[in-house]
Structures are given as structure tokens and as C-alpha cells.
């Protein structure tokens, strides 16, 4: 994977562009000069976290460069008996590793260690290996260890995890389509193309494809997932663009299915021709209507694509005072968060967690605590799909797991001071690819941000006197965001994981970046507005599954409904009135998993609570789930293309017993089994009881996507936003605000007209707001040498 990008520095109003130089001494000198802050001295701009050491390992951490390299090395030692062959030179019909991960660490061997003195609990990895050599082909999964690599190291199949019934192993017609995977069916493509180049050319403005290499070609393919409904077909459903950086959004009207099962292409075959909403089954039928004169095209892509791009646009001109810099939150009074780099463990204003990655899911939390109580055990995504309409072969059955395409490896690069403020710790991540680790620098921020509220406040009533108060109490707020952002493709999600002084958390998800939009058809506007000369934005939806093992203290928890219920009371000193109605709670708990809506109206109130622990009140101490923007699940629950492999999209909440052999939502070659899936979420759900047990909430987040002119060139952040929120709900005595310091309280007394404020020794510091110059922290991409 290699990246490249264009580094911009501001210089007195002009834009200096400069191509990234070379790799070694010259570009890491060229960084260093642009990333080098002002020497701190008198300035406000703080600089590193200060360090803590985490309590305990991070039993969740990634494998290291050197365990990958390993465990490449055992999988291809002959004696391992798996018959590989190195990718750079297999074939499709050879055996070779896709990729190596980390293996979830089973919450049954970390608990013994982080609450006790059980030793650590030993690390394994994930491989997937595709199996093209054998009389079956197939991918099969497999997990390694105990790591480091040693003796006793074992090569197993990983089957646990999954309940489809083929454990580890996805067919052939199934499995990730790579590019050796791809170059099987790239010839047929190529011939069928090359055989109508003339009745493109002549209909798309000069667009023709005689494959991806020949120097003719002007267009470019893309054909999405699923490519197979069980396995037992394997099937390419494909749409030209016009290539380059605006391609998403330059869709033409022409469209070609192959189907192509097995790794045999003298058994694959062209299904038909899409144009001008016609089916065309060969090619004889296509050109004898191409020559009648019955297709034709109305609308055509601008060949520049600069529109696409999301630079300044001086055709809209200038906004008043929009050439001053803009607001930014700093953090004046230095960090105040401390971090173990080392451990990736994070504390902040009485909350510890720590932080791990892997390639397919992204950033994941663990033993995530508040004031020293376990609130959850992990918080991670699980999958981020997106599903289509159209009247259109490409729209119509496309649906997208992300995880598909390793989601974790697209967190790259954040740009300080935009998408994160200035001054923003920034984490690393990596992942391996064959017997390399790439790092992507500065993939996760951490900062405390102003959140431009105030935590709580009262002005008490006046009496007299020249203030309208006789005591005010007003509390800062702030929260701790954990933030990457994954640029799956078109799209660039954005996770950021708010940590409140309250202690409740925040998980929210924006989404920009392009829209997989269609060609414009004006008879098929329910399918979306038209948004560009001759591009329809193709309504979509977005859902994104979570996994919150939530611990209340311990395992033993339960799931509260607080169901708002009006009933018809008579009261005996409202004689008058007889039966009248009012609203009261009607709680229960939820006795086996469950997986459900949203009530209407938010008329319940969920809450995962430990039934044995009370507060000092004797109530049940607890975390309310607090719904926020755009709670959802997928809209069509019956569709072919997701009909059973999509299961965690479908509600918008749900509630499991914890296993380890259930760790994840979803799995990650799901997308192209839709009707014999691999993971199947529906059979989680097998009647087990929940009251004071291990529970897993999980919960989706996304948006329907209702495509827009605004979409262009890219969505914006502002509106494609949801979240959810988990609060304490009588986990505490009281307000979790009495032991923050920046507060103000003041006193008027109106006798003596004398005002007393008191600030807690927490004082502004007298800093120069001294901000380095602009647009820094832009990292490349590394391959860790070993
Ligand atoms: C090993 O894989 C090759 C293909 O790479 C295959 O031709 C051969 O039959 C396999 N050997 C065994 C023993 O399975
Ligand atoms: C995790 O637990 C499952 C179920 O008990 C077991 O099959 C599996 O081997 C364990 N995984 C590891 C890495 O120990
Ligand atoms: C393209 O034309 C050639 C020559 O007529 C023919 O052999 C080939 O099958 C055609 N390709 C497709 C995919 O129809
Ligand atoms: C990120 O990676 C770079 C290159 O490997 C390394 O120099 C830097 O120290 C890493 N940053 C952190 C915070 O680990
Ligand atoms: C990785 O594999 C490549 C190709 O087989 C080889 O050239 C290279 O030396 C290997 N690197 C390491 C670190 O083993
Ligand atoms: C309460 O009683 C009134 C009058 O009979 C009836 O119209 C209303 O529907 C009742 N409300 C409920 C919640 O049962
Ligand atoms: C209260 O909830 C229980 C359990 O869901 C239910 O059986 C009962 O009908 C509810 N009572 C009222 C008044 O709604
Ligand atoms: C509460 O804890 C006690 C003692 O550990 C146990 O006997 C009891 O079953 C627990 N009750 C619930 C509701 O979990
Ligand atoms: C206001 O000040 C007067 C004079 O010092 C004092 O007697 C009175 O108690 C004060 N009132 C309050 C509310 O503190
Ligand atoms: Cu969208």
C-alpha cells in the first residue's frame, strides 16, 4: 500500500505545494521542519500528556511486528504441513496467506489477571488462508499460538467463533475478492469490453475499456459485494465511471454481469448488458439495438473532475470574515489526561481504559472504569454496512461490510487542528501485510476538548440588590475524545469516543467523504435526487453494529425497562375528578436475550444495572443507555442481498449473554453469504437467561441516507451524525460535578452589595496564545524495518 501526499505550507497568504520527498534522512528533516512546535516557554500550547503507568498489560494489545513475522514464517515453514505458496507468486488455484490479525483474548482468561493474580492470559493470532490448492478450494481461518512463536506454538483451524456452520471455512465463490482472486474473470471482462468498444465509444463520449492496463482504456470498473448469494455461485455485477479521483461520483449507464463460479474461467460466462434500463443477455442482442437506433445517451460526466474535489471553490465566493482564523479549542491550562504509550492505557478526570486495534474492527476499548468500577469490559464497532436501492444492477444488490475491506487498516493520517484541535496527542496504528508491518502515524487522536456548555449551573433567586442572584454556581464542562477516522473507499468515517466529566460516554459516528452514487435516471428520482450533471446521489443506508460489554461493577447484571405506562387513578382528595389519567414507571427486567427497537415516543428507559449493588439511597446502581441522533436499523429486513448475514443491522438494540465463543457481531467474509452466512447474529438470540448474568449490549448507530445536492463533492459531517450515550443511573449517591474544581461560585449580598466569588485556586493562565503555524502532523505511511 503506498500513499502519497502533498504537503501545504501556508506562507503568508500564499499556498506553497511541495511533492513528499524521497524515504530516509532528507523527509524525516523535511517532517521535523514542519512539525516542530514553538519551544514552550511562556506559551499556552501545552505539550505531551503527562505519563502514568498502566496498572496491569495491555492483554488486548495487537501483536507485535515481530509476532507477525513469526507466525508468516511458521505458516510457511513445509513442516506446518499448510502447503503455501508467497502470495507475490500464487495463483488462484494456490494456497496463501490473506492476512494475519490478532485473535480476540477470551474475557474468561483476562478476568482472572486484571482482578486478580492469574498470570497474563497468552496472545494468539488470526490468520486467513486462502486455499485455492486444494480439491475444494476455500479460505480457511486459523488461529496461532501461544505468541511469541516457540515451541509450543500451535497451527489450529478457528472455528469457535462461528455458528454458521462451516466454522473458519467460506467456499471459494465466497471468499474476499483480492486481486489474484480477480485476475481469474479480468480477461472475459476484458473480451467482452473490447468486443463493443465501438458501441461505448460512440455512446459514452469516447469511453471504451480494453482492461486495466492497456493504455486505450478511458473507463474504469467497479463491481462491489455481494459476489456470491451461498457459495454455491460467484457472480460480478459491475459499472463503469469514468476513472480518477471524482470516479465515485462519474458513474456512466453501462453495466456488465458475469457470472464466474470457481476458479475455473472457462466456466464463467457473461450473464448480459445494462443500458438505458434495458437487459441485453449477449452481445448480438446489444448491438442490434445499439444499430436501431433504441439506446442512446442524454446525459455525460464533465471530463474535469476538479469538482470532486474538496478544495476551495472560488465561484462561491468569499464569506465576510472568513478569511480570519476560526475558533479552536486548546488546552490552556495544559494536558490533563495522563497516557502509557507503551500500554496504550489513558486516565482522565477519574475514568482508566485501555485502548486496543485490529485490522478489521479499528480502535476497541477494555476495562474501561470510572473512579475505580469497572463500567464496561470492552466497547468496540463491529461493523459498519451500508445497503442500496436502484432500479439498477449495481445499486440494487449492493451492500457493503466494511470490515470486508479491514476497516482498522483504513484509519490513517489525522490533519492537526482539523480533524483534531492543535496540540491533540496522536497514536500510531499498525497492521501486517505478508511479513511487514505498515504504520500509519498519528491514526488516533486524544484530546480534551471545551464542549461549550456549561456541566450544571443555578442562579439563585435575587434578594434585591444590584445582581439578579444572591449565590450562582456554575460548573465547566469538558470531555476527553479518543478519535480516527477510516477512509474505507468512498468513505471517510469518523469514530470518536466522548469520555465525560460525569461520568457518562459518548459514542458518536459522522460520515463524509463520496457518496456511491449512480447514473442519473429521470424516471427513477425515488431512488435519489439528481445531484450532478449526469449523477444521481442513490439513496443508501448506513448502519453501524457495536458491541458494549457492559460489567456494572461485575458480571452479574441485569437489564432494566422502565416502561413509562398511563393508567386511569382516582386519588381521595381529587374526589371531584374520579378517574383521571397520569403516568407512572413500570419496571421489569429483561429475563432472556432479547433483540428489539426503541420504544416510540422514548417512552422506556433502559439501563443495565447490578441488581446486588445499591447506592446509598438502596437503589439499584446502574448505566442508563440514553438514545441520541439518528438510532436506527437497516430498512429492508428481507432483502436477498442481506438476508441473514446482515442480522446485527436489523434492530436497533439487543441484549446477549457473554461467551467467548461469541466475540464478535459479525464476521469478516460475511458480505458475500447472505443466504448461508458464516456468523449468523440471529442465533445469539437462543433463550438464555439475562437476570444477573454477563451481558453484551449491543446497539447500532448510522443514518438513512437521504442523498442530496449537498452531497456534492463530498457529505458533510455536520448532518450525517449519530449517537448514542451511556450515563450513570443511580451509580452514584449523587451529581458526579461536586468535585470539580472549575466552577465558579459567587455571592451577592445584597446588604452590603458585596460580591464573592470563588474560583478554587483554579485561575486563567497568564500564557501567550502562541500556535505554531498551520496544517502540521501530517505523517506518512511506514513499513517497520525490524
Ligand atoms: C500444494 O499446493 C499446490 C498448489 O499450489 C497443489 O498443486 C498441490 O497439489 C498441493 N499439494 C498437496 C500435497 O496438497
Ligand atoms: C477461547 O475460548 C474458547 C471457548 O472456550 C476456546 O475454544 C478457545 O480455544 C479459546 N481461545 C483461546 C485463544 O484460548
Ligand atoms: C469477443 O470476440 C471474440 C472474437 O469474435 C470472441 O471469440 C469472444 O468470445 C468475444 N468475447 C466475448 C466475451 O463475448
Ligand atoms: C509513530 O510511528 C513513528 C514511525 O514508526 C514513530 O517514529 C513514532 O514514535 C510513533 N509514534 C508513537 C506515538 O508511537
Ligand atoms: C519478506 O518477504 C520478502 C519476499 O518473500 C523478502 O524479500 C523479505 O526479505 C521478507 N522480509 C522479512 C522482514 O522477512
Ligand atoms: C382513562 O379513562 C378515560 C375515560 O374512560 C378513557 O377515555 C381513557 O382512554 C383512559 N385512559 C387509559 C390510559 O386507559
Ligand atoms: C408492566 O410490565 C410487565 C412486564 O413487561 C407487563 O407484563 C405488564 O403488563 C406491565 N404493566 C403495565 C401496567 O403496563
Ligand atoms: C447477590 O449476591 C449474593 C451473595 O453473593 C447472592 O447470593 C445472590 O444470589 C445475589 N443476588 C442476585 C440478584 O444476583
Ligand atoms: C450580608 O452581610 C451582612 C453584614 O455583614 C450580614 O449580617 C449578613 O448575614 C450577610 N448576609 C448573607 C446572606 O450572608
Ligand atoms: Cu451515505
New binding site residues.
Partial sequence: MHLRFLYLAYTAGLVVGSALPPLGYERRVFLEALSKRQASGESCYSGDAPQVKAPKSNVWAPISAQDNLDVWTLLHDPATGLNLTKPDDATVTDNYVYWIDTLHTNKSAVLPYIDGDSPAPAKYARAIIFEGGKANPDSQEYMIGPLPVSESTTVQKLDYIYNGGRGGSVPFNARSVDGIKSSVVTPLITSAMSNISDITAALFDGGVYFGPTDDRTTLTMTSGTPVSLDGSQGFRNILFRLPGSGSYLSPIDFYLLVDCPGTDPSHHSIKGYVTNSKFYPDEASLRAAFESGEISETYFQPEDESWTDVDYKPELGVRALEDQFSPQSIELGGKRYKVDPEAQYVEYMGWGFYLSYSRTLGIMFYDVKFKGERILYELSLQEAMAQYAGNQPKASNTVYHDTYYSFGTDMATLVEGYDCPFGSTFWNVSFHEQNLTTVNQDAICIFEKDTGVPLSRHRYGSSGGNYPFSKLGVVKDSALVIRAIATVGNYDYMLSFNYNLDGSLEVEVRASGFLQSSFYYPDQKKFGPRIAPATQGSLHDHIVSFKADFDIIDT?NSFEVSDLVVVNQSQPWFPELGEFEQFEMNISYLETEKRFNWAPNAKAMYAIVN??KTNVWGEKRGYRVVPGKSNLHLSVLNSPWSLKNSEMAKYHLAVTRQHDTEPYGNSVQNVNLPLAPQQDFSKFFDDESI??EDLVLWFNLGMHHFTRAEDIPVTLYTEAVSNIMFAPQNFFDRAQDGDLLNRRWIKYNATTDELTFDAYGVELPNCAIDIPEPVYGISPTVNEEL
Avoid: F, K, T
Wanted: a neutral charge; glycine letters at 0%.
Fill in positions: 452479574a441488581q446486588n437476570l444477573q
